[in-house]
């Protein structure tokens, strides 16, 4: 399992697959909602919607459930790429160490970096 360099929140591109065009999601920016680092993957609104049946049942207040809905499946994390704030387009994630002031105290962290620009995503 190595580090993984997307977060939840972050805004991201898909970089492989087949093109809009054909159907696909190549070039779709969306908004990661879940990390699932055991197995690198993530979910991301809107990208990679597949169609899931679910069983009629019925509910406690006598309704019916079930049906077919469309929801999103985990992507792997090589598919996507961190969009960078300032340009809108792909970039890659480095690191680079701050000095913060915590508690009257001076600490070094490693702050997440757009390689292209030098802009921080936090």
Known sequence: MA???????????????AKQERGGDRGKQGKVLRVFPENNRVLVEGINRVTKHTKVGQ????TKTGGIET???PIHISNVAIVDPSTKKPTRVGYRLETVERDGRERVVRVRVAKSSGKDLA
């Open 3 to 17: 580090k993984l360099k997307i977060k939840k929140g972050d805004l991201v591109q898909v970089i492989t697959g």
């Open 59 to 62: 509910s406690q207040r006598g």
């Open 71 to 73: 929801v999103e499946a």
